[in-house]
């Protein structure tokens, strides 16, 4: 991947200044990582769906994580997708300033993490991230950057079969928890709240300094996530343990978000995770997010029932 041009588009400097460098308790310790153990990979293309549904199930109750294979995404349209999300950011900085707010109500923007340390102020984490909405069937492209031009025609063919995917994914998951295959989809609602917030971590030069993406759990219900292949960043927490999840070929991860852990009565694990830098290669994460509606979470407590409801679900702990 092409780096050497990569400038932040707020205009911070790329190098290792003290607005990038946490305070020695916030920081990765990266010699303690484990490599060794990692989330399990799942074969979508089995015919026995009984093993089938066993396995996500199990790896939903244990790590909150999961890879798959054989999703039934082309191969050539996951390359096109990770190639012109990397052209968007290698565009003059000025041209991704314009994404560029403070305002959290806006579903398209270009935005930089940051943590909040004490006596420190913001400390900036070493990445991009650039976020818009996206949809499997309606028509979305109005949000999306007019360049690179072909940035639209590709993200609209990839968020079809993301849409697909995810519905096959909520249905297995669903037949776990012992449920109807569409009771998950039915309960998050029947229009989701779904974004994609593509992560781009330049080479760093002291990676032990600093962070791509803090540790967190996400907030959605459910998380399709696209990773380079050959670029390490991504760590999950496993047994109390960081563990680093490594590219697979041709693989999909999943990880479940903190709605479906409501929805399941805590028996589907939404697990503590971060993205770290690499010092040799820049990595470019795709995550697709699915998640309740404002309308619906709103329905939800006017019902008296919290988040969500749980024991309308049946499911027990």
Sequence with gaps: ???????????TPLSLSPNF?????NRPILSEVFSSASIPTIDLNNHDIDDLVSKISRACEKFGFFQIINHGVPKELCQRV???VTEFFQLPPEERAQFLTTDHSKRVKVFNYYQKVEGQGRVLMWGETFTHPWHPTEDFTHFLPKSPPQYRAIFTEYAREIGALMDKLLSLMSQG????KDCLKRKIGERPAIYTQANYYPPCP?????????AHNDISALVVLLQMEGVSGLQVVIDGKWVAVEPV???????????IEVLSNGRYKSALHRAVSNKRLARLSLPMFYAPNNDTARRSEEEGKGSFSVTALGVRS
């Design 21 to 25: 460098i946490l305070p020695e308790e």
């Design 82 to 84: 990770l190639a012109v």
């Design 249 to 259: 070929p041709d693989a999909f991860v999943v990880n479940i978000a903190d709605q």
């Design 1 to 11: 991947m092409e780096t050497t041009r990569f400038q932040f588009a707020n205009n």
């Design 206 to 214: 002291d990676p032990e300094l600093t962070m791509g993406l803090q």
């Design 177 to 180: 928890l012992g449920l109807e």
